[in-house]
């Protein structure tokens, strides 16, 4: 594992302790249903059971299909909102 | 290739499972629930950030699964979990992120109803621990609302353009107070969907229950018919029960807002329920619809000035009400164009009053003066003070109510000042503690305290001759003039420029208590 991946396993596991994950998902949740991502991501599902057929389709044939367009979507300025919060989170940790 | 030979979807997921579900399988899944997917205790999260990671790549993304047949964490994306499943012929494996389970054999995630359950109360437990409470979950039906749907066949499309739920009113007689109000009423979504899913359980032997009679005027509504409804029913059963309005002359729509309320949340006795299912009795701790979705509760702090001790009393309400500039009780200046006209994205044309300055003045500290001095319990005598009004439980439903009508001892008048008004409103500023600690609220989750609003209550004319109309919102973002009988589609900005005398604002995000 390189040292990016170390630090961001280190992260997680720290904000898995403070319970603090949780709630970053929580707000993230709030804010991806707020800007509109998630209908827009239930209406790419839409089309891709439509594609493959409602009896045919898996799981992870959604996974594959939307995941990129997904990561894309999400706007800078939510990506923006979370990294705040989590630079909060673990400089209020550190001082414990 | 594979050829997808998938076996027939039983709602009991796929037969697979059965060779999981013996001996102690139920306990085992819960630990694993309980450890790995949604760790409530900081034991178990603890637990969970040193373990939770990949066999055999060590990463702790790609959406790791755990072996429900062993201990054995492979991350899904580099199949090491697919490896591990053909390996040992483990071939159920459970995702760590969502807690879904998934089947080697039928490659899809199944959904075992037994499992199901345990998945979802385990989720529940976490939630509890971490202080998060009920989170929406989406409807599922019960056999009942099955069977009515099935001998129910009748369905209506709600497509964006169609005008269900908008109908005129009849004016039957300077009636436009109670026009406009019934507008706002059916067009609060809560209050909408208690009465069409028939959530009034009448207990008044006489016919004069407001709640069956408003059930009933959302029938209309909803309904489908375009021609005005003559609402001579309400009108009579308002007259009944709140003496004061009744007669021809115009009243206020404010006044009959309070009224109408006030009867409703009487009538609404056999709703209300405590958490045991025992009828309450006390009728301030009421939680019926009416409560839930207007009440809110104000704190008053009075501060001493001398020995700066605080006497806090909450009150409930259900209606803001605002003083205006250029009415007998002073407004504090503000400043025009600064901070404040920016925070809720109201338009400040040049100078103009916002609803955010109003709200600031009625929640900043006003010094009681020393002719009205209050006597503090900390100093054991009468002392200045200062005296602050901010809210500390925000309703669902947010009613402010403009002073246009001066009733004074001199003058009665109707200040017709411009004050603009937001499509969205924070409350977050005239809040009693500013984020997460109040008792409404779980402690470290952010909430969004925003408010957007949905009806707006007019008035045009004198004192002494005027018309109410309202503007309603349809649609999420289609509003309609409401004049009586005539209803036209109107622009945000015609809603906007108005003047402005009752707004309606509805909280964005609800939780759960």
């Known amino acids: 594992m390189n040292k990016d991946s170390q630090m961001r396993a280190a992260i997680n596991q720290k904000l898995i302790e403070m319970g603090e994950r949780e709630r970053l998902k929580e707000l993230l949740r709030a804010k991806l249903v707020e800007c509109g991502w998630k209908d827009q991501m239930k209406a790419q599902c839409k089309d891709v059971i439509r594609e493959k057929g409602l009896e045919h389709v898996t799981v992870e044939d959604l996974v594959v299909e939307i995941t990129p367009k997904g990561r894309a979507l999400v706007p800078d300025s939510v990506k923006k909102e979370l990294l705040q919060r989590i630079r909060a989170s673990l400089a209020q940790h550190s001082t414990l | 290739l594979i050829s997808k030979r998938k076996p027939q979807l039983l709602p009991a997921g796929c037969s697979h499972v059965n060779a999981y579900k013996v001996d102690n399988w139920r306990p085992n899944l819960r630990v694993i629930y309980q450890c790995f997917v949604w760790s409530g205790s900081a034991e178990t999260r603890r637990r969970k950030a040193k373990s939770c990671i990949c066999h055999m790549c060590g990463a702790h993304l790609n959406r790791l699964h755990s072996c429900l047949y062993c201990v054995f964490f492979g991350c899904f994306t580099k199949k090491h979990i697919h490896e591990h499943a053909k390996n040992k012929r483990h071939n159920l494996a459970i995702d760590l992120l969502y807690g879904g389970i998934y089947c080697f054999v039928c490659q899809d995630y199944i959904y075992d109803k037994d499992m199901e359950q345990i998945a979802k109360e385990e989720q529940r437990k976490a939630w509890k621990l971490q202080g998060v409470g009920e989170k929406y979950s989406t409807w599922e039906p019960t056999k009942r609302e099955l069977d009515l749907l099935r001998h129910n066949p009748k369905r209506r499309k709600m497509t964006t353009n169609c005008t269900i739920g908008l109908r005129g009113l009849i004016n ?6 109670m026009n406009c109000i019934v507008q706002a009423l059916t067009h609060t979504p809560l209050l909408r969907d208690f009465f069409l899913s028939d959530r009034h359980k009448c207990e008044m032997q006489s016919n004069s229950c407001l709640v069956c009679e408003m059930s009933q005027l959302f029938q209309e509504f909803y309904s489908g018919h375009r021609s005005p409804h003559i609402p001579f029913r309400l009108l009579h059963l308002v007259w009944t029960h709140a003496r004061h309005l009744a007669g021809y002359e115009q009243q206020d729509a404010h006044e009959f807002l309070i009224a109408a309320l006030d009867v409703l949340h009487r009538h609404c006795k056999g709703d209300t329920t405590n958490d045991n299912g025992k009828k309450a009795n006390n009728p301030n701790h009421c939680n019926c619809i009416i409560d839930q979705i207007f009440t809110g509760g104000l704190q008053s702090d009075v501060t001493c000035q001398v020995c700066h001790g605080v006497s806090t009393t909450i009150d409930p309400f259900w209606d803001i009400s605002l003083d205006l500039p250029g009415s007998s009780t002073p407004f504090w200046p503000l400043s025009p164009g600064g901070d404040g006209g920016t925070v809720n994205g109201e338009s400040h044309l040049s ?56 009733h004074s001892a001199k003058l009665r008048r109707k200040i017709t000042t411009y004050v603009s008004f937001p499509l969205e409103l924070d409350m977050t500023p005239f809040m009693a503690s500013r984020w997460a600690s109040t008792n409404y609220l779980p402690p470290g989750l952010y909430v969004l305290v925003r408010y957007a609003l949905f009806a707006v209550v007019n008035h045009q004319g004198t004192l002494e001759s005027g018309h109410y109309t309202s503007f309603i919102r349809q649609h999420k973002d289609q509003w309609f003039k409401c004049d009586d009988a005539i209803i036209t589609k109107a622009s945000i900005k015609d809603v906007l420029d108005s003047e402005g005398y009752l707004l309606f604002y509805h909280k964005q995000f609800l939780e759960y208590e």
């Not at chain 2, 039957?172 to 107070?177: E, K």
């Open chain 2, 172 to 177: 039957l007689g300077n009636t436009c107070f």
């Open chain 2, 351 to 406: 100078g103009a009053t916002t609803l955010t300055d109003c709200l600031r003045r009625f929640t900043r500290p006003e010094h009681l003066g020393s002719s009205a001095k209050i006597k503090c319990g900390g100093c054991h005598s009468y002392q200045e003070s200062t005296k602050q009004l901010t809210m500390k439980k925000l309703p669902i439903v947010a009613c402010f109510h403009l002073k246009r009508f001066e």
